[in-house]
């Protein structure tokens, strides 16, 4: 994955936590779209293996 797609990604995962998910969606879905199949599917699993980066939540929390 490219270092800005990864930088977008943290950031949106910022906001989203700061409950600005307007504008984690507005930086997060043109470089989403713009991936290729090779990094969509290393942004699918970004997202999937950092979804706690999203909520805030600890691993604990959520079992």
């Not at 307007?22 to 991936?35: D, G, Y």
Request: avoid cysteine.
């Amino acid at each position: 994955m490219r270092p800005s797609t990864l930088r977008t990604l943290k950031r949106a995962a910022e906001l989203t936590r700061q409950n600005r998910l307007t504008e984690a969606v507005l930086i997060a879905e043109p470089v989403i779209l713009a991936a290729d199949n090779y990094e969509g599917d290393e942004i699918l699993r970004w997202l999937a293996d950092h979804v706690t980066d999203f909520t805030g939540e600890t691993d604990e929390e959520i079992r």
